[in-house]
């Protein structure tokens, strides 16, 4: 229902980037995600938010089929990219994830130099056919990233002596480089310090005007302040899914009402 | 939360109960002596240790050095061409058809005149006495200098000349004059004799290179015996283990590791893997003379029979140590690699065996140490050739020829009689620990270099 109500506000004004159908996840038998249906628009930031093991994490894996890497993991449903459905057999999870980046929780570059960093994804998918093209797609991706100007001087510096915030704008950068439609971050600052916070805060809200981003966030403060849509997840359900500033102010379901009052959590 | 509350407040007669700090209490005591006893069992353990490390290392290095030092008789031989070229034509077949029975009594000749040129008083009168002085080896030597340059039969030729093991243990302290009393080997006019010699630098004692390069020598010749054949074939041995195994090893570790589905069947292979790796080397022996020799007919004795069966046995090694530092690469580098679209076997050759590079090696390293000095394996395939020839000969078809391990070279040496052989069964230890500790150093040296680097 909840669904409806958004279809008939945005539809002209955006496209369904990523439409989740009767998402079912189990982890053996442990049923992890309970029919989630839920549309993610393009060119927006939605947060998913939620208590911990509520499922959020888990279904953001499901939507760039990381989730494959778990052996006991099991997703049903169906969950399309484009209208395109990303479980279907010929689709390759390689390709899919180029097109949907990620950002875990900790900042994880490569052991490597800065450019090998960046590099390292539009070198494997055939994107700069030349070094030069290549240069171009770091500089741009670390520019997108609001890193270039930290680290333009020392782009052979290894990636993991940067701080914390520099590294987790690093790993975005890295994400961008291979010019995905979709980001999936997960709980990109939780651990990150104030400041490095507030920087990638202002980077996402940047990252709208090219990408539809989804972000996992356990302080409702960052949704707040971040994403246009938040969707709140309780107990491996989709509670309840809006405008951000609705779902804040006036939610329509108690528990939704309890989480963000801090009753329950 | 009732008993937080009852500890931060307590009530009045346990305030006066305190006790000063400065001042332990019984229990407080009874915990350190506890400490302190831990400690002295562990300096103690530690200290036994390093006394039997010690102990080793002196008796090994007293008992083997002798091995690489030699005693040589430094002899002017008379090349007797009515002897050696009885036709007179310098054909190398004739020459070729005159053993060493032929050389012998020129040697003693020639040692004999070196008494009498220094004027040297002896007992022994004859030519024949100076038999016990000079090893048996002494005529192939001269021969083999002769069939290589025909033109010096006819002149008189310098020559230093092996002296016997009895000769080379006297100046070495091992035989006693006591002990000659029931040698038939050599007499006490003998060593009247060596002791008369030494000084005018007729016999001298020098390092004995033979010993690291040369061939290992019959029973009769102690003197002659070296270790560097075995040293070849332990060489091919190790490069065909490093072939096979390094690269089987890692392969199967990365498929257990990255590829496999964790379910019965892997959980069975790797409970084996384990298994084997404790599994006596000589089993691994009779495996590899069933298999290897019987079933497929590989040559006996050959390096590439014991490369295989060391594979075997160094296999398990490698794949346990290759597989913990897998693991020990941390996943969230996994996820990076996937998260970017890389295949699941980019984000292994790319970035997760770079990192696990560092403990691959040091673990193929250790595992090559340990099968450098395997020992049983070797003997049930038949790896202690008796190779007499000098190392040239038979390299070049090294793999298949057959040919000795220094490990069964070294346990050769210790079961024959002579105590000079003896001597270089120690002198063998010191050259194989010295191998053994250049590996691990090499394997600490790579580790430290190469491991995470930033």
């Known amino acids: 229902m909840n669904d409806m109500r958004i279809l ?52 953001l894996r499901c939507l760039n089929r990381m989730n494959d890497t778990i052996d006991v993991c099991r997703v049903e449903g169906d969950i399309s990219i484009d209208g395109e459905d990303i479980y279907d057999k010929r689709v390759d999870p390689v390709q899919l994830r180029a097109k949907v980046g990620m950002v875990f929780q900790k900042p994880n570059p490569f052991p490597k130099s800065i450019y090998d960093n960046v590099s390292y994804g539009p070198r494997i998918h055939g994107l700069a056919r030349t070094k030069a093209d290549l240069d171009v797609i770091v500089e741009q991706s670390l520019r997108r990233a609001a890193i270039w100007d930290e680290v333009k001087d020392r782009l052979g510096a290894p990636g993991t002596g940067l701080s914390g915030g520099q590294q987790q704008r690093l790993c975005i950068a890295r994400a961008v480089a291979t010019q995905p439609e979709v980001l999936l971050m997960d709980e990109p600052c939780s651990a990150l310090d104030p400041i490095a916070t507030a920087q990638v805060e202002e980077l996402i809200d940047e990252l709208r005007q090219n990408y539809s981003v989804v972000i996992v966030t356990h302080s409702m403060q960052q949704a707040a302040r971040v994403s246009q849509k938040t969707a709140f997840f309780h107990l491996g359900n989709l509670v309840e899914y809006g405008e951000t500033g609705t779902i804040f102010t006036n939610p329509e379901d108690p528990r939704t009402e309890s989480y963000i009052t801090g009753r329950i959590g | 939360m009732t008993d937080v509350s009852i500890s931060t407040t307590p009530s009045a007669p346990d305030r006066a109960k305190r006790v000063s700090l400065i001042s332990s209490d ?118 083999d200098v002769v069939l290589a340059n025909p033109d010096l039969i006819g002149e008189t030729v310098d020559f230093r000349i092996l002296a016997s093991s009895r000769v080379d243990g006297y100046l070495k302290g091992r035989v006693q004059r006591e002990d000659v009393a029931r040698d038939k080997n050599i007499d006490a006019e003998h060593l009247d004799l060596v002791d008369a010699l030494v000084p005018l630098g007729i016999i001298e004692k020098t390092f004995n290179i033979d010993f690291i390069t040369g061939a290992d020598a019959s029973e009769s010749r102690a003197e002659a015996a070296g270790i560097g054949v075995a040293m070849i074939g332990s060489f091919f041995m190790m490069l065909v283990v490093l072939v096979l195994s390094l690269p089987i090893g890692v392969a199967a570790s990365i498929y257990l590791e990255e590829f496999a589905p964790k379910n019965r069947w892997t959980d069975l292979i790797e409970v084996n893997i384990a298994n084997l790796a404790a599994v006596p080397s000589i089993v691994f022996g009779i495996l590899g003379l069933a298999v290897f020799i019987q079933f497929m ?78 020992t049983a394996p070797l003997l049930l395939i038949g790896m202690v050739g008796f190779i007499a020839s ?30 000079a052989f003896y001597e270089r069964a120690w002198g063998g230890i010191i050259i194989l620990l010295g191998f053994l500790i250049s590996m691990n150093t090499l394997a600490v040296i790579l580790r430290r270099r190469f491991e995470r680097r930033w």
């Open chain 1, 8 to 59: 008939e506000r945005d539809v002209d004004a955006q496209a369904i980037k990523i439409s989740a159908k009767n998402v079912q996840v189990f982890y053996g038998d442990n049923h992890a995600i309970k029919d989630v249906n839920v549309d993610i628009q393009d060119k927006t930031v939605t947060a998913f938010i939620g208590p911990s093991g509520c499922g959020k994490s888990t279904f």
């Open chain 2, 26 to 143: 019984a229990r407080t005591e009874k915990r350190k002596s506890a400490e302190r006893r831990f400690r002295m069992y562990g300096i103690a353990g530690i200290a036994t240790g390093i006394f039997f490390l010690i102990v080793l290392l002196v008796s090994i290095v007293s008992s083997g050095t002798g091995a690489f030092q030699q005693t040589f008789i430094n002899a002017s031989v008379y090349l007797d061409p009515s002897k050696l070229d009885k036709n007179g034509n310098r054909a190398i077949e004739d020459l070729r058809k005159v053993s060493t029975f032929g050389y012998t009594p020129l040697i003693q000749q020639a040692v004999f005149d070196k008494l009498e040129q220094n004027g040297i008083e002896t007992p022994l009168q004859k030519r024949g006495d100076m038999k016990a002085l000079i090893s048996a080896s002494a005529a192939a030597q001269v021969r």
């Open chain 2, 297 to 374: 007919h590989l040559p006996q004795s050959a390096p590439l029979v014991g490369g295989l069966v060391l594979t075997l046995m160094t296999l398990p090694t490698i794949i346990i140590s290759t597989r913990a530092s897998l693991k020990a690469v941390p996943p969230s580098i996994r996820d990076a690699a996937l998260g970017v679209g890389a295949s699941k076997m980019q984000s292994v050759f790319h970035h997760v065996l770079p990192l696990a590079a560092p403990g691959i090696l040091t673990g193929t390293i250790i595992g090559l140490a340990q099968a450098l000095g395997e």
């Open chain 2, 390 to 419: 000098n190392a040239p000969d038979g390299i070049a078809s090294g793999l298949l020829d057959p040919n000795s391990a220094m490990p069964a070279q070294i346990y050769e040496w210790a079961k024959r009689a002579d105590p």
